[in-house]
Structure formats: structure tokens, C-alpha cells
């Protein structure tokens, strides 16, 4: 599996966790918040990765 999958399976595990602990705390409690965090932070690392690959594809073919 490559990086960047790795990347989406972690990212889809998180947002199943996030979708539970919804089921189980209110939007604001803590646990969601941080949780939400969590996913938001690995979504920013996969923006990134996806813009990096892309450069590097850019320069290369020039």
C-alpha cells in the first residue's frame, strides 16, 4: 500500500470513530471536538501530500 493510501485508510478509520463517538456525546463534548480535530489535522496532511505529489510531477515533466 502506498503512502498516500495509507493515508486515506487512516483518514476513513478516524472519521468512522468521529461518526460513533457522535452517537454517543453531544457535537461539543470533548471527545467529538478532539476527534474532529484529529481528522482535521490528517485531512491537512492529505491536501498536502496530494499538492507535494503534484509539483513534483510538474517539475519533472519540464
Same mark, same amino acid.
Given at each position: 500500500?502506498? *503512502?498516500? @493510501?495509507?493515508? %486515506? /485508510? !487512516?483518514?476513513?478509520? +478516524?472519521?468512522?470513530?468521529? #461518526?460513533?463517538?457522535?452517537?454517543?456525546?453531544?457535537? *461539543?463534548? @470533548?471527545?467529538? %471536538? /478532539? !476527534?474532529?480535530?484529529? +481528522?482535521?489535522?490528517?485531512? #491537512?496532511?492529505?491536501?498536502?501530500?496530494?499538492?507535494?505529489?503534484?509539483?513534483?510531477?510538474?517539475?519533472?515533466?519540464?
Amino acid at each position: 500500500m502506498d *503512502e498516500y @493510501q495509507t493515508l %486515506i /485508510t !487512516k483518514f476513513e478509520l +478516524l472519521r468512522h470513530e468521529l #461518526n460513533l463517538l457522535n452517537e454517543s456525546y453531544p457535537l *461539543e463534548s @470533548q471527545e467529538v %471536538i /478532539t !476527534k474532529s480535530q484529529e +481528522l482535521d489535522r490528517l485531512h #491537512n496532511e492529505i491536501e498536502a501530500y496530494k499538492k507535494n505529489r503534484h509539483t513534483k510531477r510538474v517539475s519533472s515533466s519540464n
